[in-house]
Each structure stands twice: as C-alpha cells, then as structure tokens.
C-alpha cells in the first residue's frame, strides 16, 4: 500500500553538469562524461533506496533535458541551428532543434542508463520518455508543415519512434514506461482531441506498465508566475482525465500538494493507478512526514487506497541536490507514516 515513486528528473551532481538548471552544460565529455553519467546514475539509485521509494529511476542523470535527451537520436533534426521559440504557449523561451525531413531512429536512445540502472537495483524501475505533444511543443518544424494537421502528423511520426524505444526499454527490464507531457496542461482541448491518441500510439503494444505524468511544470520561475495567473482553482485536469480515464494508460502521476487543484478531479481518473503528487518541487521547504501523510490521506476520500502511490509533483531536476535528497526522505517517511496509520 502507498507505493512511493518519483516523477523522473533529478538534480544532477556538480561533478557532471552545471547544477540548477533546466539545460546545464556537462562538465566533461567522450568517455568521461559516459562513466560520469552512470556514476551519477547509480549514486541516485542508491539515495533513492535508502529513503524507502518503492519505484525507483534513473533520475535522468544522462540526459540534458527530458525532451532533447530523446531528440538526440532522432534523425530528420537539426541540433546545429538552434532556434528560439516560445513554448508552452509562449510561457517561456527556450533554443530549441529544428526538425528539417522524415523523422527515424539512428539508434537505441535509453539502453545503456535502463541496462545499467535494471543491473543495480531490484525495485520496480520506471523509464520516462517526453511524450509525443509535448515533443512538439519542444521544437520547431520546418518539415511537417504549420497548423493544426501538420502538428499532429509529426505528434504521431514522433510516438512511433517512442514506442520502439519503449518497447526495447521493457525488453532491458523496465517496469514501467512513463510518458511525460506538461503540453497536456496548457493546450487541454488538443490534448483531449489528438494528444491521448498520440500518447496511446507511443504505448502501443507494450508489455509493462505504461504511465503518463501531467504537471505545471518544473519549480523555474516561469512556471510559478505562469500558476499566478491560473486563479483559484486549476481545473485543466478536468479537460484531460474524462479522455485518459478511457484510454489503455494504466498510471497517472499529477500535481496536488500546494497545487490549486481541486482533489475531486482525481475522481474522474476512476480505474487509474494515480501518481498523487505529495512533494512539492517549486519550494525548497522540506515537507514533513506529517504534511505527506495528510496529502495521501486527503486523496484517499477520491483515489482507492490499492491504486495510491504517492510521489513528487514533478521531477526534481533545476533543484539543489541536498534538497532533493531530504524531499525524497520526506516522500518515503511520510508514505511509512500514512501506511502505519492505516495499519499497513
Ligand atoms: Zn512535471
């Protein structure tokens, strides 16, 4: 009961990239930089162990960011003539790659850190990809054409490539394949409309568990001004459950604590495992096993006790490492605390 996992990203150590940053430059490269990358790899699982999460990741730690980790093997992108656009309707600007002819894999993207990470801890292991939308919405297109119909053309090119990914991933042993998509909270109706079908395309076929995170993103200060603005209660999970309640997605990990996000929505996720976001990434306050424990109890009047996992509102990455790692320990006290309660 209350299984603890994290949403993906985690702080990556000063040894390997500039730290409390959204795309930090590696501190080394070639060869140095691969062992680096799995030093850190391993150093995350072992932190994450020894504060009690059940399902347990790679922390991202080899990759520069969620999205262009997975872009880097795609073929039909340009990395070198970045350009900037605003993303996430516009919230923030980012140098983004631009996609230039038909999009394939050169290769494997993920099957070194899933290897390595399955060989070193028996947990559950989780593997996050950028889901399709929010790929998207993370580079330019000069190939598929503009509008409504040339994005969802290259949404779907996009989930094709996710899924032999996601595929090979569960192959490696993975657990669970999660897809992240951020763009689902901004563009609601496109996301009801094409972006679960998209998402379903990526999931087809797989064998583990398949989950998708949804969130307001990263604790940058864009996104906390952007959350300023969204009133007192934030209901754009309304738009998107009803859609993926129908959909072949098992899990859904969401934003709740010191979120406005009314908790009944969770309601409309009925036959869903859901990921209830009990730590918040957008303060470097440490939550108390009491304030976790509260969280999940106050999901429980709206999720069942047997498909509650607590976890992280999202992942933890542009934060210091030190307040990760007391924020992971504050996720697994608390979870031992609300499962004792309930004699667990
Ligand atoms: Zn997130």
Redesign the pocket.
Known sequence: MFETAI??SLPKPAWLAETEKLWPEWKSSGAELDRAKADATLLWLKVQEDAGIDVVGDGEQSRQHFVHGFLAKVEGIDFEHKVKMGIRDNRYDAMVPQVVGPLRLSGRVHESEARLARAHTGKRLKFTLPGPMTIVDTVADRYYGSGKEGRIKMAFAFAELLNQEARALAADGVDIVQF?E?AFNVYMADAAEWGVAALERAAEGLTCKTAV?I?Y??GIKANVDWKQTLGDEWRQYEQIFPALAKSRIDQVSLECFHSHVPAELMRLLDGKDVMVGVIDVASDVIETPEEVAATIESALRYVPANRLFPCT???LAPMRREVAEAKLAALGKGAALARQRRGG
Request: aromatic share 10%; charged share 10%; proline share 9%.
């Open positions: 949403a993906g992240d951020p995170h969130c993103g990263y509102n999202c992942g």
